[in-house]
């Protein structure tokens, strides 16, 4: 596209739409066309910022006439280049960040409906204020927008016990390919009229339209928090632990994410000030937290079930969190060791998953794998065990060069999904697809599976202009 050519776009755009909902300068879109690590940067004709349904509806409308592609993005902060754009000269990043209103919160109904571009962590706050609980809880929190939530599922902490971002969704607004309007907002809990369209759209990664609006499932506020963070022997260990507990201690468990040895130092690349909790070091961690309220004593519950699994010697040390000071800074273990590798420079990063009965043999064929293979690389293995969640990363050797360090990863990748492939597990358990793991997810694709997605994309989107290339290569 010549420089007359786009300005010739960005000026009909300008005019349809306003000034203020159009960016055009390199500088103002930037942003939007870089990954959340900052890893991959691109580039766009325009960055559209519509701040209503109907202004979605418009800007939809208007890149159909001329021939553009869109990139829906909410807070940017997916890790898979779900939300960025890889075509500079034919497509435009439509980003949801004006829409922010929460539309009404109803704590008797147990629901909330929000703007797509609501920030979890603002939606979280302002259910609080109105004695409810809306579970959803990611690192990228502060960030992260609604929408993209429910384009990607994500997961987070909390998946053990309220499921992922679909099991909270009632839902739905979306914008739909040609511009039309799909009004699905119902607060409904039990909804039997054929199809439930809104599961289409979840996960979609905007493929399949543009959601706008999300209606929220609500819970009660807890009024009890426990956290522990315990010491073991090794990840056998930790998965007997999180088989006891889901014994002992029922539902209340809301969260129960497995750390390795390294869990501690690495978040102290990001934290220097972050104390070690324990004395030493050992094989494996879990951050365990429970969750309740009413007449239940949760402390009482996590007391009688932790000195059960000393006595047992499934737990060899452990600190159970006397504030919610205490929690946090156990809380910031877990959420540092992201930012400490992140700082060590690029890496591979995985979001795979297994089944349950399959986690520790799991990490401990791909740790083996890439001893053995790739030994002066270092393996990380984390993450959500209660659902079969592992991020299991390789950091290539320091001071590598940029082209031996992509080398390793390249071959890291291949040997850790090579593992996965033995053990029937997802590629991708939280993050989605993108345009990163595309490769990836369509060599897996069975014929029928592939059939009834492409059918699907076809159908909803047949001129191929929402997210090209996220997912699914374009026809």
Not at 31 to 41: I, N
Not at 82 to 103: C, F, Y
Not at 109 to 123: H, M, Q, R
Not at 429 to 438: F, N, P, S, T, V
Request: charged fraction near 25%; include cysteine.
């Amino acid at each position: 596209m010549t420089e007359a050519e786009r300005d010739a776009l960005t000026s009909q755009m300008t005019q349809a739409l306003g000034a203020d909902a159009v960016l055009t300068e390199p500088d103002d879109i930037a942003r939007y066309c870089r990954d959340w690590h900052g890893d991959v940067t691109t580039g766009a004709v325009a960055v559209l910022r519509p701040n209503s349904t109907g202004a979605v509806s418009e800007a939809v409308r208007l890149c159909a006439r001329l021939g553009l592609a869109i990139v829906p993005q909410g807070g940017n902060t997916g890790l898979v280049l779900g939300g960025i754009p890889d075509d500079a000269g034919r497509q435009v990043v439509l980003s949801l960040e004006r829409m922010t209103a929460i539309r009404r919160i109803d704590a008797d109904d147990f629901s909330a409906v929000v703007d797509a571009g609501c920030v979890l962590e603002v939606i979280k706050q302002a259910v609080e204020a109105e004695d409810r609980f809306f579970p959803l809880s990611l690192g990228a929190q502060g960030s992260c927008r609604i929408g993209g939530n429910v384009s990607t599922n994500a997961g987070g902490i909390n998946v053990l016990r309220y499921g992922m971002t679909r099991e909270l969704i009632l839902g739905l607004e979306v914008v739909l390919p040609d511009g039309t309007i799909w009004d699905g907002l119902s607060t409904l809990r039990k909804d039997n009229r054929g199809i439930d369209l809104k599961q289409i759209f979840i996960g979609a990664e905007g493929t399949l339209g543009i959601v706008t609006g999300v209606a929220l499932k609500l819970l009660v506020k807890p009024t009890q928090v426990e956290t522990a963070l315990l010491a073991l022997a090794g990840v056998e260990e930790a998965m007997a632990l999180y088989r006891r507990a889901r014994r002992d201690c029922c539902d209340l468990m809301s969260a129960f994410e497995l750390l390795g040895p390294e869990a501690i130092g690495l978040a102290q690349i990001a934290h220097p000030d972050l104390p070690n909790p324990m004395e030493g070091s050992h094989p494996a961690y879990v951050l365990m937290e429970m969750a309740g309220t009413g007449l239940i004593d949760i402390r009482a519950l996590l007391d009688r079930f932790l000195e059960g699994a000393l006595e047992e010697g499934l737990v060899l040390d452990g600190v159970v969190a006397a504030s919610r000071a205490q929690a946090a800074q156990l809380w910031r273990i877990r959420e540092g060791m992201n930012d400490g590798q992140a700082m060590l420079g690029p890496h591979l990063r995985t979001d795979v998953s297994v089944p349950l009965s399959r986690v520790a043999a799991f990490v401990g064929a791909a740790r083996d794998a890439v001893a053995r293979e790739l030994p002066d690389c270092r393996s990380v293995a984390y993450g959500h065990v209660g659902d079969g969640n592992i991020h299991f990363n390789v950091l290539p050797p320091q001071g590598a060069d940029a082209a031996t360090a992509a080398a390793r990863i390249k071959a890291a990748k291949a040997l850790v999904n090579g593992v996965l492939d033995g053990f029937d597990g997802s590629i991708s358990a939280e993050h989605g697809i993108g345009r990163l793991k595309r490769e990836d997810f369509e060599a897996r694709l069975k014929p029928v599976q592939e059939g009834l997605l492409r059918a699907l994309k076809s159908a909803i989107d047949p001129d191929g202009r929402m997210n090209p290339g996220c997912q699914l290569t374009p026809p």
